[in-house]
């Protein structure tokens, strides 16, 4: 079994920023794409960032030039720099994981329990 767990969400000002982490833990071989999705009410499930294990990123436009994704794979972690953050920018945010398991030979898509970012003044 693999858990991902998040970090890092709160409550920022207009303009702050926050930084997210996801860290996955469990029966890990490999972990090929990691990503952040965030959901705000009302609103269906949208991408934020991608990275894949050699680091291509891929961003939604809304979020280009203010937020960068990251990885550590020695830590099977992902991170979420966010700058310049905007109310709309309100939403629980999900990490996922491609998660090839110790002694399996195909990935699984594996979520994050979500964590919530506030952006308000």
């Known amino acids: 079994q693999v858990q991902l767990v998040e970090s890092g969400g709160g409550l920022v000002q207009p303009g702050g920023s926050l930084r997210l982490s996801c860290a996955a833990s469990?029966?890990?071989?490999?972990?090929?794409?990691m990503g952040w999705y965030r959901q705000a009410p009302g609103k269906e499930r949208e991408l934020v960032a991608a990275?894949?294990?050699?680091?291509?990123?891929n961003y939604a436009d809304s979020v280009k030039g203010r937020f960068t994704i990251s990885r550590d794979n020695a830590k099977n972690t992902v991170y979420l720099q966010m700058n310049s953050l905007k109310p709309e920018d309100t939403a629980v945010y999900y990490c996922?994981?491609?998660?090839?398991?110790?002694?399996?030979?195909?990935?699984?898509?594996?979520w994050g329990q979500g964590t919530q970012v506030t952006v308000s003044s």
């Open positions: 996922n994981a491609d998660v090839v398991s110790t002694g399996r030979g195909t990935a699984y898509l594996y």
């Open positions: 469990g029966s890990i071989f490999s972990i090929n794409a």
């Open positions: 990275i894949t294990r050699v680091g291509t990123t």
